[in-house]
């Protein structure tokens, strides 16, 4: 267990409250949360999950968590989720466990979100971990090349775009929501409001991995404790 992210995500339960509706991550830091939530859950807090992905909807349900139907809530009152890289700003990189359509749109209806990571994911500039771009997969050379231009004019370093594979090599690797995932090796993203616009606008763009103007509590885990950053 690495302890750095134990530590971040055991400082997340803080923001919990009996009667929540909560967004659940995806991802390794995420994961230690949920496992922590559970034996929460298990001492008689009341908390409803909604799942980011199909793996942490197995792990609430082993965790003894129970899920509610997205479509069947109001309201999202907090969303405890991971991140591949978190700036100054509070911008952020997902998308490393191929989930960020799903992590986007539960962050995005939840009233605050609270991202646990432990403290390699800081950096100045965002960049250094390939941004990934979640695509329909028809006409996917076309939507690359837009995709390419796009990073380009917003002042991306040359970009080296992969194809993600799945793990057992089969092919290209499909997210939950029947997607394939490029990954945009960029070096630095000097504007990353700029860049996530840009990419917004490419229709063959399901959602791509830059997390503008949605995090608002970072915490950072480090070997003895947590720094709480609002
Ligand atoms: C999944 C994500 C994860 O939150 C991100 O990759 C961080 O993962 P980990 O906590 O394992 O370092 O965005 O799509």
Same mark, same amino acid.
């Given at each position: 267990?690495?302890?750095?992210?134990?530590?971040?995500?055991? $400082?997340?339960?803080?923001?919990?409250?009996? @009667?929540?509706?909560?967004?659940?991550?995806?991802? *390794? !830091?995420?994961?230690?949360?949920?496992?922590?939530? @559970?034996?929460?859950?298990?001492?008689?807090?009341?908390?409803?999950?909604?799942? !980011?992905?199909?793996?942490? $909807?197995?792990?609430?349900?082993?965790?003894?968590?129970?899920?509610?139907?997205?479509? /069947?809530?109001?309201?999202?009152?907090?969303?405890?989720?991971?991140?591949?890289?978190?700036?100054?700003? %509070?911008?952020?990189?997902?998308?490393?466990?191929?989930?960020?359509?799903?992590?986007?749109?539960?962050? &995005?209806?939840?009233?605050?979100?609270?991202?646990?990571?432990?403290? $390699? #994911?800081?950096?100045?500039?965002?960049?250094? %971990?390939?941004?990934?771009?979640?695509?329909?997969?028809?006409?996917?050379?076309?939507?690359?090349?837009? +995709?390419?231009?796009?990073? #380009?004019?917003? @002042?991306?370093?040359? $970009?080296?775009?992969?194809?993600?594979?799945?793990?057992? /090599? *089969? @092919?290209?690797?499909?997210?939950?929501?029947? &997607?394939?995932?490029?990954?945009?090796?960029?070096?630095?993203?000097?504007?990353?409001?700029? !860049?996530?616009?840009?990419?917004?606008?490419?229709?063959?763009?399901?959602? &791509?991995?830059?997390?503008?103007?949605?995090?608002?509590?970072? +915490?950072?885990?480090?070997?003895?404790?947590?720094?709480?950053?609002?």
């Amino acid at each position: 267990m690495n302890v750095a992210k134990e530590n971040a995500a055991i $400082a997340a339960l803080e923001f919990v409250r009996d @009667g929540m509706i909560l967004g659940l991550g995806s991802g *390794s !830091t995420a994961e230690i949360f949920i496992d922590q939530l @559970g034996e929460r859950v298990a001492g008689g807090l009341k908390i409803q999950g909604i799942p !980011t992905s199909a793996r942490t $909807a197995e792990c609430a349900i082993e965790a003894g968590i129970p899920l509610v139907d997205a479509d /069947k809530v109001e309201k999202i009152d907090l969303t405890v989720d991971g991140a591949d890289e978190v700036d100054p700003a %509070f911008s952020l990189i997902k998308g490393g466990g191929a989930c960020l359509l799903r992590e986007k749109i539960i962050a &995005h209806a939840s009233s605050k979100m609270v991202v646990i990571v432990d403290n $390699a #994911k800081l950096v100045d500039t965002l960049g250094a %971990f390939p941004l990934p771009i979640e695509v329909d997969p028809f006409a996917m050379a076309l939507t690359a090349e837009k +995709i390419y231009q796009a990073l #380009k004019d917003t @002042g991306c370093r040359e $970009a080296q775009t992969v194809l993600r594979q799945a793990k057992d /090599k *089969s @092919g290209p690797l499909v997210t939950d929501g029947g &997607h394939w995932i490029l990954d945009s090796k960029c070096e630095l993203i000097p504007s990353p409001v700029e !860049t996530a616009r840009a990419l917004s606008q490419i229709p063959g763009v399901m959602e &791509h991995g830059l997390f503008i103007d949605l995090a608002d509590v970072i +915490i950072v885990g480090e070997v003895d404790h947590a720094k709480v950053m609002e």
